[in-house]
């Protein structure tokens, strides 16, 4: 199973991004998908997460009301929409695939991304 990530950036404080990640290799459906991201120094962090079949969705509190996931089951992609970005939003973003159900922790995720840097200036 390989996860690409794209749509990372440099943006300044009030912009948006969408990040997209394609899964291939494997079957899509089967996978509940997530978003982590890491600042410098910093642990691996859940941003948001979605269930195999889409009926399931968690954001962070830290990013809830800007932050949106989905997933796209037609080109295997899922989403990470971000609006009103601030500086504090600055880490490397990792998609991640798992059998196990969308849940929050990222030893649950058996398949990662490289990971999309997101950097946004003040």
């Known amino acids: 199973v390989h996860l690409e990530e794209s749509g990372g950036g440099l943006v300044q404080a009030g912009d948006s991004l969408s990040l997209s990640c394609v899964v291939s290799g494997g079957t899509f459906s089967f996978y509940a998908m997530a978003w982590f991201r890491q600042a410098p120094g910093e642990d691996r962090d859940i941003v948001a997460t979605?269930?195999?079949?889409?009926?399931?969705?968690y954001v962070a509190d830290s990013v809830k009301d800007r932050f949106t996931i989905s997933r796209d089951g037609a080109t295997s992609t899922v989403f990470l929409q971000m609006n009103s970005l601030i500086p504090e939003d600055t880490a490397v973003y990792y998609c991640?695939?798992?059998?196990?159900?969308?849940?929050?922790?990222?030893?649950?995720?058996?398949?990662w991304g490289q990971g999309t840097q997101v950097t946004v200036s003040p």
């Open positions: 979605i269930s195999s079949v889409g009926t399931f969705v």
């Open positions: 991640a695939a798992g059998l196990t159900g969308a849940a929050l922790d990222a030893g649950a995720y058996r398949w």
